[in-house]
């Protein structure tokens, strides 16, 4: 059993890291403020940006579902990984050596069989790559020429083949060290009663990666005709793939997704690698399974789609399955806030068809004269009827008013009433009645629903993520509480530039709120290691655990107004605090000294002594 990693280790990776990068292979960060960036939280889903990071205090919280921490609680959390096994991952990020105590050397189990697969698919690419060249692999070369992509292509997305053998990349990677239970754990072998034996046999394979650019996983093309296999073969699910949320070329065009507000979903791994050498370099396509709500998360919080800039393009063929890809598309449509576009080829040409038969900018043209997503469906039922017959024309009315009353925008929806109307071949009166009928069917069935939940009729939708139970909340209609909260803000978020001593005064002041006296207590008790690495953290480990994601918000908030002068803007905050409990105790003073029997000279002359210490102290604090 591996020991336990020396806490001083622990510290320093975490030290040594930036959370913006690592959070950054996960969600598009954009400027929240000074010293702050915002996401869309890969947590719960949500619409408009709420997850905050502030690489300087080294945490993260998101003010919509209230997750929070640092950057080991970020990998926990998303990947579903063990304690031990983010800092391991980090420090081999940094080239970190960790070491360990209790007489353990080395990672944990968990930890390790996760590391063991990843290592096992990267001695597995490697292969595939290096056999490519091999003589054997002529019908992978071949395969690939015939579809327009030479060496340089393959190489640049990591495309390899398997060679038609039973063992051959077993025994290699057994050479290598891994054991058959690791190779299993991998999807790289299958197991009879006999053994195990290789997945994937005479096959071109690419790798699949994560969005952070590790393999995963591997999709293999059947080449031989002897092969009884599928088309397609896929690594199955592991500890590391999990199919429904892998997008194949994600790695390669997260970058030009966030940067450019969009994507193209294009349908196989051929069309991503045309689209990305036709200059499309945001394609990305789903591996082995049908475009669904896993994948519309990896792709919003990659996008930062929180407006309605962005655009989703997604390409289909022209078939029945392509129909029904598209149909599916369609019902989650709405999870996007961007806009939905649908790209069909001429003569239904997929991406890496059409780049053999017009080029790279029969590509880049196929792109670009994309259609709203809305009027290719409603073409796609007006279509199917006849259009001739009076029934036709009405079966399509009533066919496309559901697509049409489904619109959010009430002009847009107004539009394709209009339009609706003309490729039906209906009155505009017709159509209206339709869109209106189709939309109180929809309200109906959204009631009926709701009233049937176990939650009730007031329930919030599936996807909805309560926040959890509020401790105290400052009242923003209290300018006292409010100078309380951001005076907290101030005092964990730039402690360098406060100073030790205005620091010690600020945590004198009587707090209103109860919640916010908890943690100035906290940071009271702290205050000699505020110059200190972990400032945060050892606030975090002194208030009570229901207040942790209190002081985790209030570490990673964006403050108001810092500007470029933070270390003027965080005196300033602290010097009105105090200023306003010098002003309580300057009024709290006159009025004794009103009380003050005039009798009683030694009694009136400290208290006159004491308001004229505060006049001074109000107006050192102006001067500074």
């Known amino acids: 059993m591996a020991g336990r990693i020396r806490q001083s280790d622990i510290d320093e990776v975490k030290a040594r890291t930036n959370i913006a990068d690592i959070i950054g292979d996960y969600v598009s960060l954009k400027p929240g403020g000074v010293g702050s960036l915002k996401g869309l939280c890969p947590f719960h889903d949500e619409k408009s940006p709420s997850f905050n990071v502030r690489p300087g205090v080294g945490r993260y919280h998101c003010?919509?579902?209230?997750?929070?921490?640092?950057?080991y609680a970020f990998l926990v959390k998303l990947d579903h990984v063990s304690f031990t096994e983010?800092?391991?991952?980090?420090?081999?990020?940094?080239?970190?050596?960790?070491?360990?105590?209790?007489?353990?050397?080395?990672?944990?189990?968990?930890?390790?069989?996760?590391?063991?697969?990843?290592?096992?698919?990267?001695?597995?690419?490697?292969?595939?790559?290096?056999?490519?060249?091999?003589?054997?692999?002529?019908?992978?070369?071949?395969?690939?020429?015939?579809?327009?992509?030479?060496?340089?292509?393959a190489t640049h997305f990591g495309v390899g083949y398997a060679p038609k053998s039973w063992d051959e990349l077993t025994k290699h990677l057994r050479t290598k060290g891994f054991t058959p239970?690791?190779?299993?754990?991998?999807?790289?072998?299958?197991?009879?009663?006999?053994?195990?034996?290789?997945?994937?046999?005479?096959?071109?394979?690419?790798?699949?990666?994560?969005?952070?650019?590790?393999?995963?996983?591997?999709?293999?093309?059947?080449?031989?005709?002897?092969?009884?296999?599928?088309?397609?073969?896929?690594?199955?699910?592991?500890?590391?793939?999990?199919?429904?949320?892998?997008?194949?070329?994600?790695?390669l065009a997260k970058r030009d997704i966030s940067r450019r507000d969009e994507v193209v979903v294009v349908e196989g791994y051929t069309d991503v690698m045309a689209c990305h050498l036709a200059g499309i370099t945001t394609a990305v396509a789903t591996c082995g399974?049908?475009?669904?709500?896993?994948?519309?998360?990896?792709?919003?919080?990659?996008?930062?789609?929180?407006s309605s800039t962005g655009s989703v393009i997604f390409t289909f063929d022209p078939d029945s399955a392509g129909q029904k890809a598209a149909a599916r598309a369609f019902g989650e449509e709405q999870r996007f806030s961007a806009q939905t576009y649908v790209a069909v080829g001429p003569d239904g040409l997929d991406?890496?068809?059409?780049?053999?038969?017009?080029?790279?900018?029969?590509?880049?043209?196929?792109?670009?004269?994309?259609?709203?997503?809305?009027?290719?469906?409603?073409?796609?039922?007006?279509?199917?009827?006849?259009?001739?017959?009076?029934?036709?024309?009405?079966?399509?009315?009533?066919?496309?008013?559901?697509?049409?009353?489904?619109?959010?925008?009430?002009?847009?929806?107004?539009?394709?009433?209009?339009?609706?109307?003309?490729?039906?071949?209906a009155d505009l009166d017709d159509a209206l009645r339709a869109v209106r009928s189709a939309q109180r069917t929809v309200r109906s069935s959204h009631a009926a629903n709701a009233a049937s939940s176990p939650r009730g009729a007031s329930a919030a939708p599936d996807d909805a993520v309560a926040p959890p139970p509020p401790i105290r909340e400052a009242d923003p209609t209290d300018p006292t509480q409010r100078t309380e909260r951001e005076s907290l803000m101030v005092l964990l978020q730039l402690p360098a530039e406060v100073g030790a001593e205005r620091a010690a005064r600020a945590v004198q002041v009587p707090f209103v709120n109860p919640t916010h006296a908890v943690v100035r207590d906290a940071i009271a008790s702290q205050l000699p290691s505020m110059a200190d690495p972990g400032w945060v953290d050892r606030i975090l480990a002194?208030?009570?655990?229901?207040?942790?994601?209190?002081?985790?918000?209030?570490?990673?908030?964006?403050?108001?107004?810092?500007?470029?002068?933070?270390?003027?803007?965080?005196?300033?905050?602290?010097?009105?605090?105090?200023?306003?409990?010098?002003?309580?105790?300057?009024?709290?003073?006159?009025?004794?000294?009103?009380?003050?029997?005039?009798?009683?000279?030694?009694?009136?002359?400290?208290?006159?002594?004491?308001?004229?210490?505060?006049?001074?102290?109000?107006?050192?604090?102006?001067?500074?």
């Open 351 to 425: 991406p890496c068809d059409l780049r053999l038969a017009g080029g790279d900018e029969a590509v880049r043209r196929m792109i670009d004269n994309r259609k709203p997503m809305f009027e290719f469906m409603i073409r796609q039922v007006v279509e199917r009827f006849d259009l001739d017959s009076v029934e036709g024309r009405s079966s399509a009315l009533r066919a496309g008013a559901p697509i049409v009353a489904t619109i959010r925008d009430p002009a847009s929806q107004n539009g394709y009433t209009r339009e609706l109307a003309r490729l039906s071949g």
């Open 86 to 153: 983010a800092v391991e991952r980090l420090a081999g990020r940094i080239g970190y050596q960790l070491h360990y105590e209790e007489g353990g050397g080395g990672p944990s189990e968990s930890s390790g069989n996760r590391a063991r697969i990843l290592a096992a698919n990267n001695a597995a690419e490697e292969f595939f790559r290096e056999r490519l060249a091999a003589p054997d692999a002529d019908p992978g070369r071949r395969f690939l020429g015939e579809r327009g992509f030479d060496a340089a292509a």
């Open 542 to 624: 002194e208030v009570p655990q229901a207040y942790e994601p209190t002081v985790n918000a209030l570490a990673v908030g964006a403050l108001p107004q810092a500007g470029s002068d933070a270390g003027r803007y965080a005196r300033s905050i602290l010097d009105g605090l105090i200023d306003r409990d010098l002003l309580r105790e300057k009024a709290e003073l006159t009025s004794r000294l009103a009380r003050t029997d005039p009798q009683n000279a030694d009694l009136r002359r400290s208290l006159q002594v004491a308001l004229s210490s505060i006049d001074q102290e109000r107006m050192r604090l102006r001067g500074e």
């Open 289 to 306: 399974t049908a475009f669904g709500i896993d994948h519309i998360k990896v792709i919003r919080r990659v996008m930062g789609d929180d």
């Open 181 to 251: 239970d690791e190779l299993l754990a991998a999807g790289l072998v299958s197991q009879r009663d006999r053994g195990v034996y290789d997945r994937f046999r005479g096959r071109l394979v690419w790798p699949i990666r994560d969005v952070t650019g590790q393999t995963i996983g591997f999709g293999a093309r059947r080449l031989l005709d002897d092969d009884n296999g599928p088309k397609y073969l896929n690594t199955p699910e592991t500890a590391v793939y999990k199919k429904t949320q892998v997008l194949y070329g994600l790695d």
């Open 63 to 71: 003010f919509g579902c209230g997750e929070g921490g640092d950057v």
